[in-house]
């Protein structure tokens, strides 16, 4: 802002503290300031596990879920045969008569309660595939100090229940339950895992493979929605340790680091794996040309392929003798490395699909690591299939026919994941918005910074999207995902909780004060699991303002926006010389006003008043002292507003 423009505002806001507000016709406007600004949003304080400043609390817990998983893929039947033992351990302050786990692969079952649920042509269930679906689960025993435990279980569609005959202790306590499973992979899983046919093979991408625990925490204990497609995942952190024993002339990429290279991959292969650890270009492990050639894998009939990851929340992994391997190393601001891979088939190579996965791998991931928090996995696996794209620790799924900016948008908002809910664990079984439309967020400035702006997107013109946002047929954002119509989920969960921060960030805060407190809520709840509240209180205390006028009218309800010009009159103050410009709030949702302002002379002054002036009146009188003739007056002229009635924004000198 110019030396000029800032005396200007400080003489403006000395005129308007003088200046009384018009009132129109009540009958003109549905706008109700007391609503808007009713000091009691927050339901309940503060405490021990969930402090009032939006942070965990003194006494903050979650409880704990290590994995030890095998798993054998039959690409011949398309199934998945395997076993896993969960070391459980209770930090809540309660004991724990029963547990509950996730059993999502259930959802293809034509039994379950998601197939029953989800219209025909939808992109959720197994889209009319008849596949005997759903896992078979044998040699479920749970132990404690290696102590056999009397336990009876339950399965109920895509949970189970394990019902202790003693209880689990509070503060610490911890069981073993151990199972092995089976299941026929879906060619079109929920748009989240499947099996994709290419001229070299099959792509197999497996994710909700093994039994999971449900969350138990503070809020709901234990968090036991059914998978019905929609909603995704509220997952336990913990550290994993998985192998898959595939065919030895597939490729496998899963989550986290992979332990035995030497074991599984040829000795020029390794070679070219150990160089690109150390490459910021992108090198080759498998070309396009080797993929038919047998002298490409071990000569073996199986391989196993060993991974680990730590503090994470789940892992999925990817299989192919498909696969052209490319890789580079990914520098991250604490001095560590992390390896980009990608893993896709030759239809899909080339300079304008996946041959530059890599390069968009690894822009994206040190860009999230600068700008908010550094990326935590040893690699960053793209593997294209038919998932159009879907997120898991350490690895992506992304539609393999994207082109040019498909490819960077998809790849870019599936790794944004990775801070939203990977590191930041939110509960997308009820609150998608708090990782889609956070990760949406970030995608804009991701894309605008990326190669000098290859690929940024023009600003979006609010005052044309406002009417579709605010759709009285649109369900408002804070509804669960299963509960809205699928036509509407993504409105609701990325596009206007994004708008939302979009506004916040450019319009009401700033950058700077937004940033900060967004970094503030990423670093006080990375690896934990915040609710809706927390993020509110988070933003609040660290941008130092109230904003629950804005939570109340973008998040809870579907506020319609409309400003618009009353009247522009000369002011008859000898003191005052200048204009009075009277701007009306029309509807419900209050918003900070943007005057563009321009005299005879040609010359443009820009005047921003903030929300404030709404707590208590309908319309506000704007003073603009000046000598010159004022010959047009434009509300928000960049359309950065939902402004749904653009014609009442401009006065023009008759």
């Known amino acids: 802002m110019s030396y000029r423009s800032t005396i200007l505002m400080v003489l403006l806001c000395a005129f308007a503290l003088t200046t009384v507000a018009q009132q129109t016709d009540s009958n003109s406007s549905n706008y109700d300031a007391h609503a808007a600004f009713s000091p009691l949003f927050y339901t309940k304080n503060g405490n021990e596990y969930r402090s009032a400043s939006g942070y965990p609390g003194p006494k903050y817990w979650q409880n704990h879920a290590d994995y030890t998983i095998s798993a054998n893929l039959d690409d011949a039947n398309n199934t998945i045969t395997g076993s896993v033992t969960i070391t459980y351990k209770n930090n809540s302050p309660d004991k724990l008569p029963y547990l509950w786990l996730q059993l999502d692969q259930n959802l293809f079952s034509p039994e379950s309660r998601g197939a029953s649920l989800i219209a025909a042509g939808s992109r959720y269930g197994a889209r009319g595939e008849k596949l005997n679906g759903g896992y078979k689960i044998e040699g479920l025993s749970v132990s404690q100090k290696q102590k056999p435990v009397k336990f009876t279980s339950l399965i109920e569609d895509t949970r189970m229940q394990i019902r202790l005959d003693e209880p689990m202790a509070a503060g610490g306590d911890v069981v073993t339950i151990k199972m ?18 290419t001229k070299n093979g099959e792509i197999f991408s497996i ?36 192998a898959v024993t595939a065919p030895a002339n597939h490729i496998v990429m899963g989550s986290g680091e992979l332990l035995n290279p030497q074991e599984v991959f040829t000795a020029e292969q390794l070679q070219r794996w150990n160089e690109a650890k150390s490459s910021d270009k992108t090198i080759t492990i498998r070309s396009e040309s080797e993929v038919k050639d047998p002298k490409s894998r071990p000569a073996k009939d199986k391989l196993t392929w ?26 991250l601001p604490s001095g560590k490395k992390s390896l980009a891979v990608s893993a896709h088939p030759v239809e899909s190579n080339g300079s304008d699909g996946y041959g530059r996965a890599v390069e968009y791998v690894k822009t994206s991931i040190e860009h999230y690591s600068n700008k908010w928090f550094e990326y935590p996995y040893p690699m960053a696996v793209n593997v294209a299939s038919n998932v159009g794209g879907m997120e898991y620790p350490g690895i992506v799924f992304c539609g393999w026919n994207a082109k040019k900016g498909s490819a960077w948008g998809v790849i870019d908002h599936e790794f944004g994941h990775t801070w939203f809910p990977m590191i930041v664990g ?36 609010m005052h044309k999207v406002a009417e579709k946002l605010q759709n009285p047929e649109v369900e408002y954002i804070m509804l669960s995902p299963d509960a809205m119509k699928e036509r509407n989920i993504g409105g609701n969960l990325y596009y206007k909780p994004a708008q939302g921060l979009n506004i916040l960030r450019n319009v009401v805060l700033g950058a700077d004060r937004f940033d900060y407190a967004f970094r503030q809520y990423i670093d006080h709840w990375a690896f934990k699991h915040p609710m809706p509240d927390d993020f509110f209180r988070s933003m609040e205390n660290g941008a130092g303002e109230d904003l629950s006028w804005f939570w109340k009218g973008w998040f809870l309800e579907n506020w319609k926006m409309d400003q618009a010009i009353v009247s522009v009159t000369e002011s008859d103050r000898a003191e005052a010389r200048g204009y009075n410009i009277v701007v009306a709030n029309l509807e419900k949702m209050p918003m900070p006003i943007i005057l563009e302002i321009k005299t005879k002379s040609g010359k443009t002054d820009q005047i921003k008043i903030p929300v404030d002036v709404w707590m208590r009146n ?36 008759k």
Not at 426 to 448: A, L, P, V
Not at 618 to 624: A, K, L
Not at 627 to 632: F, G, I
């Open 426 to 461: 939110s509960n997308e079984r009820k609150y998608g918005w708090m990782d889609e439309g956070f990760n949406t967020f970030i995608n804009g400035i991701s894309s605008s910074a990326f190669n000098n702006g290859e690929y940024r997107k023009a600003p979006e013109d």
């Open 306 to 331: 060993r991974f680990r990851i730590k503090n994470a929340r789940d892992v999925a992994w990817g299989s192919s003798k498909a696969f052209v391997l490319d890789a580079a190393r990914i520098n």
């Open 618 to 653: 309908n319309t506000w009188t704007v003073p603009y002292p000046t000598t010159e003739e004022v010959v047009s007056v434009t509300l928000d002229p960049e359309n950065l507003l939902p402004d749904i009635d653009s014609d009442n924004n401009k006065w023009k000198k």
């Open 180 to 197: 092995n499973f089976s299941f026929v992979v879906p060619i079109n899983g929920s748009d989240r895992m499947g099996h994709l046919t």
């Open 207 to 242: 994710a909700q493979w093994f039994p999971r625990m449900c969350v138990y925490d503070d809020v709901l204990g234990w968090n036991t929605l059914p998978y019905w497609g929609a909603g995704e995942f509220y997952c336990e952190y913990g550290d994993y340790d998985f």
